[in-house]
């Protein structure tokens, strides 16, 4: 079994930062590539980031490039987004995904954690 547990979410005032974690418990961390979604109250659940394995490709949902940073520590098995710049408009739990897991002998498919919430207030 293989579980993302997310942490690091909080209210904070406009134009503070957060960063949040996503710990993999189970095997096959560095094996995976891992995104992080959200999903704002009245909207669908939307992609903001993704990491590949070893880091070297990341992407970006635009609205948040050059604020939000995915990173990883494959040693820790944890992802992190390091979000600065904060708005009002980014409240929302933000959950960590992957498609397709492999754990080094079982494929598993959808995996999601239970979220972290961010709210940005004044």
């Known amino acids: 079994q293989v579980f993302f547990v997310e942490s690091g979410g909080d209210l904070v005032r406009p134009g503070g930062s957060l960063r949040l974690s996503c710990l993999v418990q189970?095997?096959?961390?560095?094996?995976?590539?891992l995104a992080w979604y959200r999903q704002s109250p009245g909207k669908r659940r939307e992609w903001i980031a993704d990491i590949n394995m070893n880091a070297v490709e990341v992407n970006y949902e635009p609205s948040v490039k050059g604020r939000f940073i995915i990173t990883r520590d494959n040693d820790k098995r944890t992802m992190y987004l390091q979000m600065n710049s904060l708005e009002p408009e980014v409240t929302a739990p933000y959950y960590c995904?992957?498609?397709?897991?492999?754990?080094?002998?079982?494929?598993?498919?959808?995996?999601w954690g239970q979220g972290t919430p961010v709210t940005v207030s004044p």
């Open positions: 189970g095997s096959g961390f560095e094996f995976n590539k």
């Open positions: 995904h992957t498609d397709e897991f492999w754990t080094g002998s079982v494929l598993l498919r959808d995996i």
